[in-house]
């Protein structure tokens, strides 16, 4: 596959990329906690929805490099790639000139209801609405809002990035 046919989006937390990804096999759900945080419970560390929120946790000091690297090297490999809305990221992807989409709630607070639902812990459920100010899309970003009563393969469909 050419690097220009993968699709590479951002994607706010609780919009459907684990679902996304189990149900599409040409889809990647680059979880970016796998590289930006070093556990000391590694039984924990092994569960990723246990270990959002967990703050016994030490930044990785390879990261942002690492992930990128991992984005890098699965380019030829998906169609599309769901990664971290983290600001940060995306100023690095810009800077590199690599293309993206960013999948933004309407809304924090459907998120964190989402969340509360799939078991989070309320350290995690309430950080989303701090993230959701920090990581706000830019106006000169693509951007795909999903609205409260829709999730990520919707609006995927929607714009005929997935078919």
Sequence with gaps: MDKKECKIISVFSCLGKTYLASKYKNILDL???H??????????AKDV?????VTDRILNPDYPENYLKAINSNIDKYNIILITPEKMIRDILREKNIDYYVAYPKNPEFVMERAIKRGNNMHFTNSLKISYEKWFPDKNEKILIVKDNEYLEDILKTYKILK
């Design 49 to 53: 929805e246990k270990r959002k929120g």
């Design 31 to 33: 979880e970016a906690s």
């Design 35 to 44: 590289y930006k945080w070093i556990y000391n419970d590694k039984e924990l």
